[in-house]
């Protein structure tokens, strides 16, 4: 069984600012990583199958597929979970997403879908509160 996690993306604007922002911190490594205090108890079902949505403004837009999920010690945090993720960001259908703390579990069935093609690059580019009137309107 695969299971995602989703996490808000703080201080994040984009899915173009949090690419640059990821470049940055990554450096030479192949892999991004991301540091959470609590280790998931399910993680057998989300390495190497699962991913992490990323809630941007208020809507999901972006997913990056999880490799590893490893306990860690942080100097002055003490222990925590890194969470490895290849630096591929694939678009999604943007879905409004209510803040939380901290990150969930995000079942396949309510994950949103990939964006396709390249009305998909064109569409992830779009805001997100345009795309959800559209679709109101069933223009989408």
């Known amino acids: 069984m695969t299971l ?3 996490k808000l993306c703080v201080g994040i604007d984009s899915i173009e600012h949090l ?4 470049k940055q ?8 990583y991301h ?4 280790m998931p108890q399910r993680g057998e079902e989300i390495v190497g199958r ?17 490799l590893a999920l490893d ?3 942080l100097e002055e945090e003490g222990r925590h979970c ?8 694939v678009a999604v259908e943007p879905t409004p997403f209510r803040a939380f703390q901290g990150w969930r579990y995000l079942e396949p069935k309510d994950a949103p879908p ?3 093609g390249g009305g998909g690059k064109a569409r992830a580019a779009m805001p997100p509160e345009l795309i959800a009137e559209l679709k109101q309107l069933g223009l989408l």
């Open 82 to 89: 890194r969470i490895s993720l290849d630096p591929a960001l």
């Open 4 to 6: 995602n996690l989703i």
């Open 25 to 32: 911190r990554r450096g030479r490594r192949k892999v991004n």
């Open 71 to 73: 306990i860690v010690h």
């Open 114 to 116: 990939d964006l396709k």
């Open 35 to 38: 540091y959470t205090r609590q």
């Open 50 to 66: 699962g991913s992490i949505y990323w809630v941007i403004k208020g809507f999901i837009r972006v997913r990056q597929p999880i």
């Open 19 to 22: 690419q640059k922002v990821q």
